[in-house]
Every structure is written in structure tokens, then in C-alpha cells.
């Protein structure tokens, strides 16, 4: 089942945005790092215009949305994010994270596996949505 498919209705944005919900509250403790979401992500996701496709990293201090129409962020975010949260691990005890692809359009939302070893994340983000 490709990522990519017609959209579906107006409720996907709702139906979607209530699914991550879920995740960003069994996955972030503390409330103060769930605004994040309920502010940003959740503001983004509701009027993003052109940018459908997004790569959404959930850890136990918040999240980050990547649009994938946008591949330097998504380097950017390789560089910046996944780099520096090495130089954490370990020191940081029971840290969490997750790497998902979504598509506000169709109300798609997949796990992405592997994200922290892979060389690309760009292709790898790629390869998941088709």
C-alpha cells in the first residue's frame, strides 16, 4: 500500500493529528515537552500548504516535524538531531525515540525502522512513503 494515494476527506488532518496524539503521550512524560506538538506539529499539519508528506521524530523531550518535500532539512536534521542525540546515549537513561513518515492528505502514518543506522535518512524517508 503505497503512502501516496487520493485524499480521502477533510477528517484525515483530525483523524491523523488524534493518532500521534497517542504516541506523544505514551512517549513524552512530561507535559511541558508535549506542547511541542499540540503547538507546532499540530498548527503545521493543519495548514500546511504543497508539504503533505512529513517525517515526525517523537522523543521523551518532544518532537520535530520534517516536511519531505524539503530533503536538506531532512539532511539537516540527520546532521543536526540523529548526530548529536549520539553523543547522549548512555548518558541519558531510558531515552526514547521513534522516526515516523506521515501524509496529511490521506491520513497515512508509518513507523520507520532502522533510522538511526542508515547513511541516507533521505532515501531511506523516500523509500517509505512509496
Not at 493518532?19 to 512524560?29: G, L, Q
Not at 525502522?113 to 542508515?118: E, Q, T
Request: include cysteine; glycine fraction near 6%.
Amino acid at each position: 500500500m503505497s503512502i501516496f494515494k487520493a485524499p480521502l476527506t477533510l477528517n484525515a488532518v483530525d483523524a491523523l493529528i488524534t493518532r500521534m496524539r497517542k504516541i506523544v503521550s505514551t512517549m513524552i512524560p512530561k507535559e511541558k515537552f508535549r506542547k511541542d506538538f499540540e503547538i507546532n506539529d499540530r498548527y503545521t499539519l493543519q495548514h500546511c500548504e504543497g508539504a503533505g508528506v512529513f517525517a515526525w521524530y517523537v522523543y521523551d523531550c518532544g518532537t520535530h516535524l520534517i516536511p519531505l518535500n524539503n530533503i536538506e532539512e531532512v539532511r539537516s536534521f540527520q546532521r543536526e538531531w540523529l548526530d548529536g542525540m549520539k553523543q547522549i546515549e548512555g548518558k541519558k537513561p531510558g531515552m526514547v525515540d521513534a522516526l515516523y513518515v506521515l501524509n496529511v492528505w490521506t491520513g497515512d502514518f508509518r513507523r520507520v525502522y532502522d533510522f538511526r543506522s542508515c547513511g541516507d535518512l533521505s532515501d531511506r524517508l523516500l523509500k517509505s512513503v512509496s
